[in-house]
């Protein structure tokens, strides 16, 4: 799918090319073992619509070792600095928390595997 530029916006908008959703080739759950009430909810969701999804599990930040990680050169040092620090000045959005972490491994391992 390409993205054009809407000429009243400096948003980016997807053009209306994807006919039915059979049209689209593959479809990601990303989902906590942890968490099978919301693999239920969202199978629920896509049966409405009679799409399928391949089922990823994803990687939980709480069983991750962030050390290892940074060692590994998966965490750059600069990043490390802030993950360490208290949630309460952490960043939204910007600061590593094990919950991103675990949210960006998942989807960097299904971009491998696509």
Not at 6 to 26: F, G, H, K, L, Y
Not at 36 to 64: C, H, W, Y
Request: neutral net charge.
């Amino acid at each position: 799918m390409k993205f054009v530029k809407s000429s009243s916006q400096a948003n980016m908008v997807a053009p209306q090319s994807v006919e039915t959703w059979s049209d689209i080739c593959r479809t990601y759950v990303i989902n906590l073992e942890r968490r099978p009430e919301r693999l239920k909810f969202i199978t629920e969701q896509f049966s409405k619509f009679g799409m399928s999804f391949e089922r990823f599990a994803a990687v939980d930040g709480k069983n991750i070792s962030v050390p290892d990680l940074a060692a590994a050169g998966v965490i750059a040092p600069p990043a490390l600095i802030r993950y360490w620090l208290p949630a309460d000045v952490k960043l939204f959005g910007i600061d590593l928390t094990d919950g991103g972490i675990g949210c960006a491994l998942s989807h960097m391992y299904i971009w491998r595997d696509f």
